[in-house]
């Protein structure tokens, strides 16, 4: 067997969705002490309807789809405090995540307006606080913008991230499907006040769209970080901008096979080849780890196991992940200081 990581290296998860991290146990429980009416009585048919599975098909509408129920339950300050505590605790249990930046956008958990919107987001960092309390991690809050949402909506969201942002908002990010209506430049300006206000920012593209997206947002928002960003292998000028500016992507590979974004464990080995030949910095995520039955050393050992990434190159992914967290840029809290070499020649020592 391939050598893995050791448990003792503490690891990053960047890209990180609250609707897909919560387990399907906790998620029944928050709906049914909320009276909120699901659409089956039998736990084992809920759990296959908010998780990915071979039956449901793979397809990036059909994952999007997941999210419907998930957001549902989550939305009250109860349920967002108590999914949070259990995603940024339950990381650190199961994987020595140390380092969690979870996102979501907090006007889909506030039903249409009817719960206000600041309620939500102090009930979020209450539930990373007791976190906090509890296990000695570093964990922030990424604000989800949507391409579906009109420019005011997003604005909002925004401007929220940037009143909380020193209680432990590190982040801004859009996502959502592809929307005819969205242009990056509409963007510009509102991401350069998030920008200077010390927010840290990232981007879902190169994904479901077409690879020409990436270079597009990288111009006009200019992310530190752009979510999954995959296709950008397939062109030169992206790998160039991507290397020549430092920005890392966020690769979830358990999530792209599912959305049928990459279409095998063989494209990937090509990808990462690109990625490894222009010197492009990448960090290794989720998603959601509970939605796709996967954690984050799940994703590393199977990129070991099957050659994609050797040892130091999963080592090399694990450091870039904790060096390139937002934690730290807003200074909520101190980021976790990366592996150094005589902490990592030690762990070596003991597994050997």
């Excluded at 530190?224 to 960003?229: C, L, Q, V």
């Excluded at 694990?318 to 902490?343: D, Q």
Aim: charge should be negative; glycine fraction near 8%.
């Amino acid at each position: 067997m391939p050598r893995q990581l050791s448990r003792r290296i503490p690891l990053a998860d960047l890209h990180c969705h609250l609707g897909g991290a919560v387990t399907p146990a906790v998620m029944w429980g928050i709906a049914h002490s909320q009276g909120i009416r699901l659409p089956t009585k039998d736990y084992w048919e809920f759990r296959d309807i908010i998780t990915a599975s071979p039956r449901r098909g793979h397809s990036f509408d059909g994952y999007l789809a997941l999210f419907h129920w998930t957001e549902l339950i989550q939305s009250s300050p109860l349920a967002v405090e108590r999914s949070v505590y259990e995603v940024i605790g339950g990381a650190y249990r199961k994987n020595n995540v140390t380092t969690t930046e979870l996102r979501f956008n907090p006007m889909k958990r506030n039903r249409g307006g009817e719960q206000d919107l600041d309620h939500i987001i102090a009930a979020a960092l209450r539930g990373m606080d007791r976190a906090v309390l509890e296990y000695p991690i570093k964990p922030g809050l990424i604000f989800c913008l949507d391409r579906d949402f009109a420019f005011g909506l997003n604005e909002i969201i925004v401007e929220k991230a940037i009143t909380w942002r020193d209680r432990g908002i590190v982040g801004i990010d859009i996502a959502g499907p592809e929307s005819a209506s969205f242009r990056a430049s509409d963007y510009r300006n509102l991401f350069q006040r998030a920008r200077q206000m010390g927010l840290g920012i990232t981007v879902h593209v190169g994904e479901a769209g077409p690879v020409e997206e990436i270079a597009d947002v990288i111009e006009q928002l200019e992310p530190d970080r752009i979510g999954h960003g995959v296709k950008a292998a397939y062109d030169a000028r992206t790998m160039g901008m991507l290397r020549e500016r430092g920005i890392v992507l966020e690769i979830c590979p358990t999530s792209n096979l599912q959305t049928e974004v990459v279409s095998s464990w063989e494209e990937f080995r090509w990808i990462f080849d690109q990625f490894r030949a222009n010197d492009v910095r990448y960090a290794i995520s989720t998603d959601g780890p509970e939605m796709l039955r996967t954690y984050i050393r799940d994703e590393l050992a199977s990129l070991g196991r099957l050659g994609i990434l050797s040892y130091e190159e999963q080592v090399q992914a694990a450091e870039t992940s904790l060096a390139a967290s937002f934690v730290a840029k807003v200074g909520a809290v101190p980021a976790v200081p990366i592996i150094e070499p005589a902490t990592r020649q030690q762990v070596e020592r003991e597994e050997g």
